[in-house]
């Protein structure tokens, strides 16, 4: 089980929180004015990175806040969580696994 | 190939064992050839054996990462049933299982399929409505399912539990044309009978780039044993197909998970069948060697580390030990993780990609194993073809833009 440094709680068990996928994912502004690829990008089109993955999380069961966290999809360590709204923080290399 | 048959194991055993040859080469890859299949897995040995026999391209090599059958053909809990709700699904499951029946003769290997019925049991009114619905669907599309009371379910699989539980049993969905078979014989035996035909399987040699020509087409790969050149590649890569395909430039709507499988200590035969339950997440079955085969959900988040968190698999052990009394002081034996690539719509993509000469097969998420025969087939015929079987023609990549989803995903209370 992950242990998940939630940012306004502080580190819980992953049983506390809701997986949200990949993070900066942005709505058209206008849907109305995009192509059918791009609203189909939007939906459903991931990057599904091995490596440095930036994803949402939500702490469901602690202050039911979302926010945002790195994380090495290679081996599954975080290498930072931040709020939502902030840019993703610059990180280390991932820990070798 | 040296023939399997009784007659040769009477004949090998009589003279101490010996006079076996190997089963397939181990050739070093050439400069060239025809067309290259990436994924040493069922799906990718699959495809190599029919380009080979139906489509007569023998020039062809199969390039694994590892060795053959080490990923999800060999991590999977070889369930094989084709009671798939939407007509495309039940076309395509259903031609993998019609392949299945005839597979060990056909490949001269004994996959050890055991069509020892699969059952889905109802624990909610909302799976039994959904689970008969099932039932009819399939039937209209010729697929065999039909409804049991619990009482009929305990009779067919009497080891359950349908007494006084927490999300009681209230009916099951049982396929009797689905069952088990043995994973790492079926990478083996393809491997075997693609070898035969003249293919090279290279294990050990991983796919770091894809090359593609002025125009935009493939033109070969770079590898970890050297460049391969080929006008065709057919990537059947399971959870790391996103990596390989971004080589070419193309991006997937696919999401790699860990999902969990584990099995008990071996026991005697106890077990007939298959049993499966969505609705408090576990399924079992018992394999040949003794072993109680049980599969777990996915975790939660994307990963390729093939492992996952401990709390998943104890939570499908918690279901099995309540609908399992018997089973509560069996010790497990080990468990372990694979990494499925998942469509927002749970049904695979078998298809022509923009990128002239590429093909990819992937999608398959948590079910890919029951398929492979199917899979492997047609998408042999659109390698060749450079067009889709009739069956696999719903599966592109486009559905996605176009919303023609097929979308077992909201066919509600099916694992996939």
């Known amino acids: 089980m992950l242990l998940i440094d939630c940012p306004y709680c502080g580190e819980r068990p992953e049983l506390e929180f809701v997986y949200g996928g990949q993070a900066h994912v942005a709505r058209p502004a206008q849907p109305a004015q995009v192509s059918a690829q791009q609203w189909a990008d939007y939906l459903y089109r991931r990057d599904n990175t091995r490596g440095v993955h930036a994803e949402r999380w939500r702490h469901t069961h602690g202050c039911g806040r979302f926010f945002n966290a790195l994380r090495d999809t290679t081996t599954d360590h975080f290498l930072a969580t931040y709020k939502v709204g902030e840019p993703p923080p610059t990180v280390a290399a991932p820990v070798p696994r | 190939m040296q023939p399997f048959s009784g007659l040769a194991l009477l004949r090998r055993g009589l003279s101490g064992q010996r006079g076996w040859t190997t089963q397939w080469r181990s050739p070093e890859p050439k400069a060239a050839y025809d067309a290259l299949i990436v994924g040493g897995g069922g799906h990718g040995l699959g495809a190599a054996y029919y380009l080979a026999r139906e489509h007569h391209l023998t020039n062809i090599a199969v390039l694994e990462k590892g060795w053959i059958g080490g990923g999800n053909t060999g991590r999977n809990t070889t369930i094989i049933r084709s009671n798939y709700l939407f007509d495309e699904s039940a076309a395509l499951y259903d031609h993998a299982v019609r392949l299945w029946e005839h597979l060990s003769q056909v490949l001269n290997y004994n996959v050890m399929f055991s069509q020892r019925g699969v059952m889905m049991l109802a624990h909610t009114v909302h799976d039994a409505q959904v689970f008969k619905r099932h039932v009819h669907a399939n039937r209209v599309n010729g697929v065999d399912n039909e409804w049991l009371t619990p009482a009929e379910a305990k009779a067919f699989c009497p080891l359950l539990n349908i007494g006084n539980i927490r999300y009681p049993v209230l009916g099951a969905a049982l396929q009797r044309r689905g069952g088990t078979a043995r994973h790492d014989a079926v990478a083996w035996g393809y491997a075997r009978a693609a070898d035969a035909l003249g293919v090279d399987i290279i294990e050990n040699c991983e796919v770091t780039g894809i090359r593609r020509d002025a125009g935009g087409a493939v033109e070969g790969v770079e590898t970890t ?129 923009p990128v002239p000469g590429l093909y990819v097969n992937c999608g398959w998420g948590t079910g890919g194993f029951k398929a492979t025969p199917g899979s492997a087939h047609v998408f042999a015929w659109t390698i060749a073809h450079d067009e889709p079987h009739p069956i696999n023609a719903p599966f592109t990549l486009e559905r996605f833009r176009d919303g023609r989803l097929i979308d077992e995903a909201a066919a509600a209370a099916v694992a996939h």
């Open chain 2, 225 to 353: 044993r050297g460049t391969i050149r080929a006008p065709r590649i057919g990537v059947a890569a399971s959870g790391h197909t996103s990596v390989i395909m971004k080589m070419a430039g193309i991006e997937l709507p696919l999401e790699s998970y860990p999902l969990q499988a584990l099995v008990s200590e071996p026991v005697k035969p106890v077990f007939p069948c298959v049993v499966m339950s969505n609705t408090i997440h576990a399924y079992i079955s018992q394999s040949d060697k003794g072993e109680l085969v049980i599969g777990a959900g996915t975790d939660a988040y994307t990963s390729y580390t093939q492992r996952g968190g401990l709390h998943i698999t104890s939570h499908a052990l918690e279901a099995i030990c309540e609908l399992f009394p018997m089973f509560r002081r069996l010790r497990m034996l080990r468990n372990w993780g694979g990494i499925v690539d998942v469509t927002p719509d749970r049904s695979p993509i078998i298809a022509r990609t």
